[in-house]
């Protein structure tokens, strides 16, 4: 069954240090990856992608690594800043008769002051 | 650029009553989509379509949704009668081309919808 999923609900941590934000997901044929920030009230907003091709990848304060071994994404924030706060989802692009986004259920990263 | 724009922002109905919500997406756009997402959860889609025509509608409850997309711009997705399950954020996003493997969706801030 679909299975995109993350180890941990709940993420807090102090303004300046750096987020780790992890994803497991199950199914081996996906072959594209993307991390999306929600603010509340808002849309989900595109951070960062990865292809199945690639293992790093890197943007402004964020990188995503991708282990296809495990089946594993992680979202890495450098210097976490206040407007960071947000939940975010994993998700990945799989075929089931035609291609869609199967997103996670989020974590909620909140960052102190 | 103007984004995906949507309406209402919130509503709330009694159950067994009809509602629909508008989405307008980026000027341009192909792709339109239609998530739903339950409080606490990821977004699922419910619809894709390409221009006017339906590409996916796997997830879409048909007994009780409907979706038009009917010029290739503007879509209206309907809930008619309306069940206290469907409370939830109806996500409207969209993006440039067909394959959506390469393109990236931008979303609009969603409809709020309650069901009493």
């Known amino acids: 069954g679909e299975s995109v999923g993350l180890h941990l609900p709940t993420l807090s941590v102090q303004e300046g240090d750096n987020s780790i934000i992890n994803c497991a997901y199950s199914?081996?044929?996906?072959?594209?990856f993307i991390w999306y920030k929600q603010e509340s009230g808002k849309g989900p907003q595109f951070i960062i992608d990865?292809?199945?091709?690639?293992d790093k990848r890197q943007g402004q304060r964020v990188t995503v690594l991708l282990n296809k071994t495990v089946k594993h994404l992680s979202l890495q924030i450098a210097a976490t800043q206040p407007g960071d706060s947000a939940v975010y989802f994993c998700?990945?692009?799989?075929?089931?008769?035609?291609?869609?986004?199967?997103f996670g259920k989020g974590t909620k990263l909140t960052v102190n002051p | 650029e103007a984004g995906v724009a949507q309406s209402p922002r919130y509503k709330i109905i009694e159950k067994r009553q009809s509602v629909a919500f508008w989405c307008n997406p980026i000027?341009?756009?192909?792709?339109l989509y239609w998530y739903q997402q339950i409080l606490g959860q990821g977004p699922k889609l419910l619809i894709q379509?390409?221009?006017?025509?339906?590409?996916?509608d796997s997830q879409l409850p048909k007994d009780r949704f409907s979706a038009e997309r009917l010029k290739g711009v503007d879509s209206t997705l309907k809930i008619q009668p309306a069940k206290l399950e469907d409370s939830a954020v109806y996500l409207c996003?969209?993006?440039?081309?067909?394959?959506?493997?390469?393109?990236?969706?931008?979303f609009g801030p969603g409809t709020r919808l309650t069901v009493l």
């Open positions: 998700a990945e692009n799989r075929a089931l008769g035609t291609e869609k986004l199967v």
């Open positions: 379509f390409q221009n006017n025509g339906v590409v996916d």
């Open positions: 990865i292809r199945s091709n690639m």
């Open positions: 000027s341009g756009h192909a792709t």
């Open positions: 996003a969209s993006s440039l081309s067909r394959s959506h493997s390469t393109d990236t969706q931008y």
């Open positions: 199914n081996s044929a996906s072959d594209y």
